[in-house]
């Protein structure tokens, strides 16, 4: 018989963490106060570089931050221009870092359009094919390069929306990068218009870009974006007032807003649920509010700091924990995954509901490995911590269990 039962996920927290939708300070950045920088994450490790420091000086550097240590490490530089507005992506194990300004001033210096992967175990940059984009929302080109715009990663594609190109000139397209070819592609144009300081995030199989200023506006709005047809679909806006300038992560299938300025700095912090296309505020950032920071998810756990701030510019870093949500109805007697570790076939018990989709993702929201099968063959996938999420016909989420893949 069916039960109705409300039950606390377990949800992207190993066994040693006890806190719950928390933050807690970690060592400040070793570059010194920074704005404007590049975040990224690479395995166990995450990365910031470039921005503006107190002096105004544009920055080409690189720092690798390694949780389990609280510990900042300077590694290779990018051999390329100093910059600030830049844009990073992560795509598999490598990092795509490019696009940006040279000058700390508005008015200055070049306006940049080259990219650069990152190789974090030969610790080495090789740079690959220019950004073509700036073209604006009546398509007028206005590049070569961008500063300002938002990037994010799917099915192993990258891509790169918005952004400025100097003076009142704004992009409104969106490029898709193809690492294996090392080529660009032009897709559906942005459906907000010409906009820069915009935000973005994937998650399920989709790019999340929204906010951001158009001209002199700050918007909250946010659209869907689907690599598979190629089109935009509006979903809920920000509930929070509008504003640009804000950092984003994903923990597991969850995307988060924090920072961002509407003319003053924020510290809250916003978490976007996909499947309900609704939003909840969460913990406030416990530093002051700040703008330009950077954020990056290592693990089940995301790091969020440097920036400006109304003292100045900031170079505190703080790591957060997820929410343990709170479950739906569940449809589910006596569930169990077994065997749990596992080194290759899993299997679901307990099911009641046989119309069941199993969604297998990794501790960054990638999701890995998707079913309707009880027994589930898992020797393509790599060894290490996923979430298994369950949902019914209609896609609710009923529940959530860890799976550690051991081989």
Known sequence: MKRLLFITALFFLFSSYSQQNDWDKRAPFLGGKRTQAIGFSIGDFGYLGSGVDTAEMTHNDLWKFDPALNLWTQVASMPASTRRCASAITIDDKAYVGLGADSASSWAGTILNDWWQYDAVGNSWTQKTAYPGGYNYINTYYGPGVYYATAFSLNGKGYVCGGKMGGDLYAADLWEYDPILDTWTRMADFPGLDRYQLSSF????????????????????????????????????????????????????????????????????????????????????????????????????????????????????????????????????????????????????????????????????????KSNAKTIDLSTVESGSYIVNIFNQDHQHLITKKLIVNK
Do not use: C
């Not at 002199?216 to 190629?230: A, G, H, M, S, V």
């Not at 929070?240 to 700095?265: H, K, L, N, P, W």
């Not at 169990?336 to 990794?362: R, Y």
């Open 202 to 369: 994937a998650l399920e199989g989709k790019g999340y870009v929204g906010m951001g200023v158009d001209h002199d506006l700050y918007n909250k709005d946010w659209w869907q974006y689907d690599p598979n047809t190629d089109t935009w679909v509006e979903v809920s806006s920000l509930p929070g007032v509008e504003r640009g300038s804000a950092s984003t992560f994903v923990i597991g299938q969850r995307g988060f807003v924090v920072f961002g300025s509407d003319g003053g700095y924020k510290d809250e912090l916003w978490e976007y649920n996909p499947f309900t296309d609704s939003w909840q505020i969460r913990a406030n950032f416990p530093g002051d509010g700040r703008k330009n920071g950077v954020a990056f998810t290592v693990g089940d756990s995301a790091y969020a700091g440097t920036g400006k701030g109304a003292s100045g510019k900031r170079r505190s870093f703080y790591r957060y924990y997820p929410l343990l949500p709170v479950g739906v109805e569940e449809t589910f007697v006596d569930f169990k995954l077994f065997p749990n570790p596992t080194a290759d076939f899993v299997t679901i018990s307990g099911l009641t509901d046989v119309n069941i989709q199993l969604e297998i993702v990794d501790l960054k929201g990638v999701l890995v490995f």
